[in-house]
């Protein structure tokens, strides 16, 4: 089957660094998504990792490895505004299906 | 203006009742898909489609329907709603581009079915 965890939530202080994790489980791979989304709105696009290793974006950083079915989203320097959820997918292959985590609802503290 | 609009935004209605879900995109893109997201579940597709003439089910179709009436519009029905559907639906679009491509998506529609 297809199966993706992540942690269901997190609290962090403002200023502080924090990582989610991810861990999948998949019939296929062709790149894993990190979306944020705020309470009520639409998820908005992050990150994408196809090749293992770090792909770093302003104060967010994704890190992916393969064989070990493994993610993590690193957000740096936090701000309040990055209260949120973070959503995890897999595109397992063919088509640009994506299969998604329940997410990790993050609350940013002063 | 937004790239993918969805219509309405918020929508109350009765159990049995048949419900149309209007989702419309100017990105030019050729992938739509809808989505269902419920608190704990996360998002889960419904339907897909990858051009006018294509409909691909979801891993939750029962219950749905969808028409693809052109390359921008793309739109979900109920048949006959039932109080399990009241969820946020999310219309989403994404270009081809050889492997996986990011998708964007529309503001959602709250649906409450009594």
């Known amino acids: 089957g297809q199966n993706i965890d992540q942690p269901t939530e997190m609290t962090a202080t403002e200023g502080a660094i924090v990582q989610i994790n991810c861990t999948y489980q998949?019939?296929?791979?062709?790149?894993l998504f990190w979306y944020q989304q705020h309470a009520g709105e639409a998820p908005t696009f992050l990150s994408y990792?196809?090749?293992?290793g770090l792909e770093e974006k302003g104060r967010f950083s994704s890190f992916l490895s393969r064989s070990k079915g493994y993610s993590y989203l690193l957000l740096k320097e936090l701000q309040m505004k990055d209260s949120a959820s973070y959503l995890c997918?897999?595109?397992?292959?063919?088509?640009?299906?994506?299969?998604f985590g329940a997410g990790t609802r993050l609350a940013v503290h002063p | 203006d937004a790239d993918v609009t969805q219509t309405p935004r918020n929508r109350i209605t009765k159990t049995g009742k048949r419900i149309m879900l209007e989702c419309s995109q100017t990105?030019?893109?050729?992938?739509m898909y809808w989505y269902r997201q419920d608190p704990g579940l996360g998002l889960r597709l419904i339907y897909y489609?990858?051009?006018?003439?294509?409909?691909n089910k979801g891993e939750i179709s029962d219950g749905y329907s969808v028409s693809r009436q052109a390359q921008a519009k793309f739109s979900l029905s109920l048949e006959s709603a039932i109080p399990n559907q009241t969820a946020l639906y999310f219309c989403?679009?994404?270009?081809f581009g050889g492997g996986a491509s990011e998708q964007f998506f529309g503001p959602g529609t709250r649906l409450t079915v009594l």
């Open positions: 989403a679009t994404s270009d």
């Open positions: 997918a897999v595109s397992p292959g063919g088509y640009n299906k994506l299969i």
């Open positions: 998949t019939s296929g791979f062709n790149g």
């Open positions: 990792n196809v090749l293992d």
């Open positions: 489609s990858f051009d006018v003439k294509d409909i």
């Open positions: 990105k030019g893109h050729d992938r």
